[in-house]
Protein backbone atom coordinates (compact mmCIF):
# COMPACT_ATOMS: atom_id res chain seq x y z
CA UNK A 1 0.00 0.00 0.00
CA UNK A 2 1.46 3.51 -0.61
CA UNK A 3 -0.29 6.01 0.85
CA UNK A 4 -2.24 7.49 3.86
CA UNK A 5 -5.85 5.74 4.62
CA UNK A 6 -7.51 8.79 4.64
CA UNK A 7 -10.11 10.63 3.08
CA UNK A 8 -10.72 14.53 3.86
CA UNK A 9 -13.71 16.43 2.64
CA UNK A 10 -14.09 19.63 3.73
CA UNK A 11 -16.85 22.54 3.08
CA UNK A 12 -17.75 21.14 -0.04
CA UNK A 13 -20.20 23.22 -2.29
CA UNK A 14 -21.71 22.43 -5.53
CA UNK A 15 -24.32 23.38 -7.52
CA UNK A 16 -25.97 22.33 -10.67
CA UNK A 17 -27.57 25.46 -12.09
CA UNK A 18 -30.56 26.16 -9.27
CA UNK A 19 -29.81 22.56 -8.06
CA UNK A 20 -27.55 22.70 -4.86
CA UNK A 21 -26.41 19.51 -4.66
CA UNK A 22 -23.44 19.66 -2.03
CA UNK A 23 -23.97 22.82 1.03
CA UNK A 24 -21.00 22.15 2.98
CA UNK A 25 -20.49 18.92 3.15
CA UNK A 26 -17.23 17.63 5.71
CA UNK A 27 -15.99 14.65 7.08
CA UNK A 28 -12.96 12.23 7.48
CA UNK A 29 -13.51 8.83 6.44
CA UNK A 30 -10.49 7.36 8.70
CA UNK A 31 -8.42 3.66 8.28
CA UNK A 32 -9.62 0.62 9.96
CA UNK A 33 -13.15 0.79 9.58
CA UNK A 34 -16.10 0.43 7.20
CA UNK A 35 -17.66 3.12 6.80
CA UNK A 36 -21.10 3.85 5.20
CA UNK A 37 -22.01 7.04 3.71
CA UNK A 38 -25.91 7.07 3.98
CA UNK A 39 -28.46 9.27 2.61
CA UNK A 40 -31.81 9.14 0.36
CA UNK A 41 -31.69 9.80 -3.32
CA UNK A 42 -30.41 12.74 -4.43
CA UNK A 43 -28.60 13.75 -0.91
CA UNK A 44 -25.22 14.35 -2.55
CA UNK A 45 -23.51 10.58 -1.98
CA UNK A 46 -22.49 10.48 -5.65
CA UNK A 47 -21.31 14.10 -6.29
CA UNK A 48 -19.68 13.80 -3.27
CA UNK A 49 -17.46 10.69 -4.52
CA UNK A 50 -17.07 12.32 -8.03
CA UNK A 51 -15.82 15.27 -6.32
CA UNK A 52 -13.19 13.43 -4.41
CA UNK A 53 -12.09 11.66 -7.19
CA UNK A 54 -11.55 14.80 -9.87
CA UNK A 55 -14.42 13.83 -12.28
CA UNK A 56 -16.57 16.97 -10.78
CA UNK A 57 -15.17 20.60 -9.56
CA UNK A 58 -16.73 21.76 -6.26
CA UNK A 59 -17.49 25.30 -5.93
CA UNK A 60 -15.60 25.83 -2.59
CA UNK A 61 -14.15 23.63 -0.62
CA UNK A 62 -11.33 20.78 -0.16
CA UNK A 63 -11.13 16.64 -1.10
CA UNK A 64 -7.93 15.32 -0.20
CA UNK A 65 -6.81 11.67 -0.65
CA UNK A 66 -4.18 10.60 1.47
CA UNK A 67 -3.42 13.91 2.40
CA UNK A 68 -3.47 15.14 -1.38
CA UNK A 69 -6.04 16.45 -4.21
CA UNK A 70 -6.51 13.01 -6.24
CA UNK A 71 -5.55 14.70 -9.49
CA UNK A 72 -2.30 15.02 -8.24
CA UNK A 73 -1.68 11.49 -7.81
CA UNK A 74 0.80 9.63 -10.44
CA UNK A 75 -0.83 6.33 -9.92
CA UNK A 76 -4.31 6.88 -8.87
CA UNK A 77 -4.96 3.51 -8.30
CA UNK A 78 -2.41 2.42 -6.12
CA UNK A 79 -4.07 5.49 -3.59
CA UNK A 80 -7.73 4.71 -4.38
CA UNK A 81 -9.94 2.40 -5.69
CA UNK A 82 -13.44 3.45 -6.60
CA UNK A 83 -16.36 1.60 -7.91
CA UNK A 84 -18.73 4.61 -9.44
CA UNK A 85 -20.59 3.40 -12.51
CA UNK A 86 -20.49 -0.25 -12.57
CA UNK A 87 -21.99 0.04 -16.40
CA UNK A 88 -19.08 2.19 -17.84
CA UNK A 89 -17.41 -0.09 -19.66
CA UNK A 90 -15.98 -0.77 -23.24
CA UNK A 91 -18.76 -3.42 -23.79
CA UNK A 92 -16.66 -5.15 -26.60
CA UNK A 93 -13.62 -6.23 -24.35
CA UNK A 94 -13.09 -8.85 -22.08
CA UNK A 95 -13.13 -8.55 -18.51
CA UNK A 96 -9.52 -10.24 -18.35
CA UNK A 97 -8.64 -7.36 -20.95
CA UNK A 98 -10.54 -4.52 -19.93
CA UNK A 99 -8.16 -5.17 -16.64
CA UNK A 100 -5.15 -5.68 -17.97
CA UNK A 101 -5.65 -2.15 -19.72
CA UNK A 102 -6.24 -0.77 -16.34
CA UNK A 103 -3.11 -2.43 -14.82
CA UNK A 104 -0.82 -1.28 -17.84
CA UNK A 105 -1.86 2.09 -17.18
CA UNK A 106 -0.69 2.30 -13.57
CA UNK A 107 2.62 0.05 -14.09
CA UNK A 108 0.87 -3.46 -12.84
CA UNK A 109 1.26 -6.70 -14.15
CA UNK A 110 -0.95 -8.92 -15.66
CA UNK A 111 -0.38 -11.64 -12.68
CA UNK A 112 -1.76 -8.78 -10.51
CA UNK A 113 -5.14 -8.79 -12.65
CA UNK A 114 -5.14 -12.65 -12.40
CA UNK A 115 -5.28 -11.98 -8.88
CA UNK A 116 -8.30 -10.05 -8.73
CA UNK A 117 -10.03 -12.01 -11.02
CA UNK A 118 -9.60 -14.70 -8.61
CA UNK A 119 -10.23 -12.59 -5.83
CA UNK A 120 -13.91 -11.38 -7.17
CA UNK A 121 -15.26 -14.86 -8.28
CA UNK A 122 -15.01 -14.37 -12.42
CA UNK A 123 -12.49 -16.77 -13.55
CA UNK A 124 -14.58 -18.56 -15.68
CA UNK A 125 -15.78 -15.34 -17.48
CA UNK A 126 -12.83 -13.69 -17.39
CA UNK A 127 -12.53 -13.78 -21.24
CA UNK A 128 -15.73 -12.75 -22.11
CA UNK A 129 -16.94 -9.77 -23.25
CA UNK A 130 -17.83 -7.43 -20.42
CA UNK A 131 -20.67 -5.96 -22.57
CA UNK A 132 -22.96 -9.53 -21.88
CA UNK A 133 -22.41 -9.00 -18.26
CA UNK A 134 -25.30 -8.87 -15.86
CA UNK A 135 -25.21 -6.03 -13.43
CA UNK A 136 -23.81 -8.26 -10.27
CA UNK A 137 -20.87 -9.09 -13.00
CA UNK A 138 -20.20 -5.78 -13.91
CA UNK A 139 -20.28 -5.20 -9.92
CA UNK A 140 -18.01 -8.14 -9.61
CA UNK A 141 -15.67 -6.45 -12.29
CA UNK A 142 -15.73 -2.83 -11.03
CA UNK A 143 -14.60 -4.06 -8.05
CA UNK A 144 -11.55 -6.13 -9.19
CA UNK A 145 -11.07 -2.66 -10.89
CA UNK A 146 -10.93 -1.01 -7.23
CA UNK A 147 -8.48 -3.46 -5.87
CA UNK A 148 -5.90 -3.43 -9.03
CA UNK A 149 -3.16 -1.31 -7.09
CA UNK A 150 -3.87 -2.52 -3.90
CA UNK A 151 -4.68 0.79 -2.37
CA UNK A 152 -5.31 2.25 1.34
CA UNK A 153 -8.04 4.01 0.41
CA UNK A 154 -11.61 2.41 -1.40
CA UNK A 155 -14.52 4.37 -2.25
CA UNK A 156 -17.26 2.23 -3.58
CA UNK A 157 -20.83 3.80 -4.50
CA UNK A 158 -23.83 1.48 -4.13
CA UNK A 159 -21.66 -1.42 -4.14
CA UNK A 160 -24.35 -3.76 -3.49
CA UNK A 161 -26.34 -2.72 -6.10
CA UNK A 162 -27.60 -5.87 -8.30
CA UNK A 163 -25.57 -8.07 -6.66
CA UNK A 164 -27.89 -11.25 -5.41
CA UNK A 165 -27.86 -12.73 -1.51
CA UNK A 166 -24.49 -14.70 -1.98
CA UNK A 167 -23.19 -11.26 -3.64
CA UNK A 168 -24.21 -9.27 -0.85
CA UNK A 169 -22.78 -11.43 1.97
CA UNK A 170 -19.04 -11.20 -0.45
CA UNK A 171 -19.09 -8.01 -0.74
CA UNK A 172 -19.76 -7.52 3.57
CA UNK A 173 -16.92 -9.80 3.88
CA UNK A 174 -14.88 -7.96 1.36
CA UNK A 175 -15.34 -4.16 3.04
CA UNK A 176 -14.85 -5.78 6.43
CA UNK A 177 -11.76 -7.62 5.33
CA UNK A 178 -10.17 -4.80 3.37
CA UNK A 179 -10.95 -2.16 6.53
CA UNK A 180 -9.39 -4.98 9.21
CA UNK A 181 -6.39 -4.88 6.83
CA UNK A 182 -6.03 -0.70 8.14
CA UNK A 183 -7.87 0.40 4.83
CA UNK A 184 -9.61 2.93 4.92
CA UNK A 185 -13.34 2.08 3.34
CA UNK A 186 -16.40 4.50 2.19
CA UNK A 187 -19.23 2.91 1.04
CA UNK A 188 -22.65 4.83 -0.40
CA UNK A 189 -25.95 3.54 -0.07
CA UNK A 190 -29.51 4.95 -0.02
CA UNK A 191 -30.48 1.84 2.16
CA UNK A 192 -29.88 1.41 5.45
CA UNK A 193 -30.44 -2.12 6.21
CA UNK A 194 -27.64 -2.62 3.15
CA UNK A 195 -25.13 -1.69 5.34
CA UNK A 196 -26.47 -3.22 8.35
CA UNK A 197 -23.42 -5.55 9.37
CA UNK A 198 -21.27 -4.30 7.10
CA UNK A 199 -20.39 -0.43 8.68
CA UNK A 200 -19.24 0.56 12.05
CA UNK A 201 -19.12 3.82 11.03
CA UNK A 202 -21.91 6.27 9.48
CA UNK A 203 -21.81 9.49 7.74
CA UNK A 204 -25.60 10.23 7.38
CA UNK A 205 -25.96 12.96 4.57
CA UNK A 206 -29.48 15.07 3.68
CA UNK A 207 -29.43 17.70 1.53
CA UNK A 208 -25.91 18.08 0.55
CA UNK A 209 -24.23 18.02 4.11
CA UNK A 210 -23.95 15.62 6.87
CA UNK A 211 -26.46 14.77 9.36
CA UNK A 212 -24.77 12.55 11.73
CA UNK A 213 -21.18 11.16 11.76
CA UNK A 214 -21.21 8.50 13.77
CA UNK A 215 -20.61 4.83 15.57
CA UNK A 216 -22.84 2.28 14.40
CA UNK A 217 -23.05 0.92 18.37
CA UNK A 218 -23.49 4.66 19.44
CA UNK A 219 -26.31 5.14 17.16
CA UNK A 220 -27.91 2.32 18.38
CA UNK A 221 -27.56 3.04 21.75
CA UNK A 222 -28.60 6.82 21.47
CA UNK A 223 -31.76 6.09 19.38
CA UNK A 224 -32.59 2.81 22.31
CA UNK A 225 -32.55 5.66 24.43
CA UNK A 226 -32.96 3.39 27.42
CA UNK A 227 -35.91 2.30 26.91
CA UNK A 228 -36.69 -0.86 28.85
CA UNK A 229 -39.31 -3.96 28.30
CA UNK A 230 -41.08 -4.96 31.19
CA UNK A 231 -43.09 -7.79 31.14
CA UNK A 232 -45.61 -8.42 34.30
CA UNK A 233 -49.33 -9.26 35.37
CA UNK A 234 -49.87 -6.45 37.50
CA UNK A 235 -48.90 -3.50 34.82
CA UNK A 236 -50.56 -0.56 37.03
CA UNK A 237 -48.88 -1.72 40.16
CA UNK A 238 -45.72 -2.07 38.40
CA UNK A 239 -46.03 1.55 36.68
CA UNK A 240 -47.24 2.79 40.09
CA UNK A 241 -44.01 1.48 41.91
CA UNK A 242 -41.23 2.44 39.02
CA UNK A 243 -42.98 6.08 39.05
CA UNK A 244 -42.20 6.48 42.51
CA UNK A 245 -38.78 5.76 41.90
CA UNK A 246 -38.52 8.38 39.01
CA UNK A 247 -39.38 6.25 35.92
CA UNK A 248 -41.60 7.11 32.90
CA UNK A 249 -43.00 4.12 31.29
CA UNK A 250 -46.44 3.39 29.31
CA UNK A 251 -48.00 0.23 28.84
CA UNK A 252 -47.44 -0.60 25.48
CA UNK A 253 -49.27 -4.16 25.37
CA UNK A 254 -51.70 -6.19 28.27
CA UNK A 255 -48.75 -7.02 30.26
CA UNK A 256 -45.71 -5.21 28.65
CA UNK A 257 -44.68 -1.53 29.71
CA UNK A 258 -42.18 0.16 28.36
CA UNK A 259 -40.10 2.18 31.04
CA UNK A 260 -37.45 5.04 30.53
CA UNK A 261 -35.46 7.08 33.48
CA UNK A 262 -34.39 3.88 35.49
CA UNK A 263 -31.78 1.24 34.36
CA UNK A 264 -32.78 -2.30 34.45
CA UNK A 265 -30.62 -3.13 37.51
CA UNK A 266 -32.89 -0.83 39.34
CA UNK A 267 -36.49 -1.53 37.52
CA UNK A 268 -35.66 -5.18 38.83
CA UNK A 269 -34.78 -4.03 42.33
CA UNK A 270 -38.04 -1.53 42.73
CA UNK A 271 -40.21 -4.33 41.60
CA UNK A 272 -38.82 -6.82 43.94
CA UNK A 273 -38.73 -4.70 46.84
CA UNK A 274 -42.62 -3.79 45.88
CA UNK A 275 -43.23 -7.41 45.38
CA UNK A 276 -44.46 -7.18 42.01
CA UNK A 277 -43.76 -10.02 39.81
CA UNK A 278 -42.40 -9.65 36.36
CA UNK A 279 -41.32 -12.57 33.93
CA UNK A 280 -39.12 -9.72 32.27
CA UNK A 281 -37.04 -6.89 32.19
CA UNK A 282 -34.74 -6.15 29.34
CA UNK A 283 -32.95 -3.00 27.38
CA UNK A 284 -34.61 -2.16 24.09
CA UNK A 285 -32.01 -2.28 21.32
CA UNK A 286 -33.09 -0.81 18.02
CA UNK A 287 -32.58 -1.72 14.55
CA UNK A 288 -30.17 0.15 12.66
CA UNK A 289 -32.66 1.34 9.98
CA UNK A 290 -35.04 2.13 13.34
CA UNK A 291 -32.27 4.22 14.73
CA UNK A 292 -31.42 5.68 11.58
CA UNK A 293 -35.55 6.74 10.85
CA UNK A 294 -35.23 8.03 14.44
CA UNK A 295 -32.13 9.98 13.66
CA UNK A 296 -33.97 11.19 10.25
CA UNK A 297 -37.13 12.07 11.88
CA UNK A 298 -35.30 15.10 14.35
CA UNK A 299 -33.69 16.70 11.09
CA UNK A 300 -36.42 18.99 9.81
CA UNK A 301 -34.17 19.55 6.87
CA UNK A 302 -33.71 16.10 5.84
CA UNK A 303 -37.54 15.43 5.90
CA UNK A 304 -37.76 18.21 3.32
CA UNK A 305 -34.62 16.49 1.25
CA UNK A 306 -36.12 12.91 1.41
CA UNK A 307 -38.37 14.04 -2.07
CA UNK A 308 -35.85 15.17 -4.79
CA UNK A 309 -38.41 17.74 -5.83
CA UNK A 310 -37.18 19.43 -2.48
CA UNK A 311 -33.66 19.66 -3.44
CA UNK A 312 -34.05 20.94 -6.50
N1 LIG B 1 -24.82 16.22 -13.54
C1 LIG B 1 -25.83 16.75 -12.84
N2 LIG B 1 -26.63 17.70 -13.38
C2 LIG B 1 -27.62 18.25 -12.68
N3 LIG B 1 -27.93 17.92 -11.42
C3 LIG B 1 -27.20 16.97 -10.82
C4 LIG B 1 -26.12 16.33 -11.50
N4 LIG B 1 -25.55 15.43 -10.64
C5 LIG B 1 -26.27 15.51 -9.50
N5 LIG B 1 -27.25 16.43 -9.60
C6 LIG B 1 -28.19 16.79 -8.55
O1 LIG B 1 -27.47 16.99 -7.36
C7 LIG B 1 -28.17 16.45 -6.24
C8 LIG B 1 -27.32 15.39 -5.54
O2 LIG B 1 -27.23 14.24 -6.36
P1 LIG B 1 -26.34 12.96 -6.04
O3 LIG B 1 -26.47 12.05 -7.22
O4 LIG B 1 -25.01 13.38 -5.62
O5 LIG B 1 -27.11 12.33 -4.81
P2 LIG B 1 -27.00 10.86 -4.20
O6 LIG B 1 -27.05 11.04 -2.74
O7 LIG B 1 -25.83 10.16 -4.77
O8 LIG B 1 -28.32 10.18 -4.69
P3 LIG B 1 -28.58 8.65 -5.19
O9 LIG B 1 -28.79 7.85 -3.95
O10 LIG B 1 -29.82 8.81 -6.01
O11 LIG B 1 -27.39 8.22 -6.01
C9 LIG B 1 -29.48 15.92 -6.78
O12 LIG B 1 -30.47 16.91 -6.65
C10 LIG B 1 -29.17 15.69 -8.24
O13 LIG B 1 -30.35 15.78 -9.01
Redesign the pocket.
Known amino acids: MSGEAIIEVTGLRKR??P????DGMSFTVRPGRVTGFV??????????M?VVLGLDAADEGTALVGGRPYRSLREPLRHVGALLDAAALQPGRSARGHLLWLAHSQGLGARRVDEVIEQVGLRSVARRKAGGFSLGMRQRLGIAAALLGDPPVFML??PVNGLDPEGIIWIRDLLRSLAAQGRAVLV?S?LMSELQGAADHLIV?GR?RVIADTGVADLITAASRGRVTVRTPEPERAMRALARAGAAGTVTEGDELTVSGLPGERIVAVLTAHAVPFSEVMAQRVTLEEAYLELTRDAVEFHAATG?EA??
Not at 19 to 22: E, I, Q, R, S, T
Open positions: FGAVALGPNGAGKSTTRDESHVGRVR
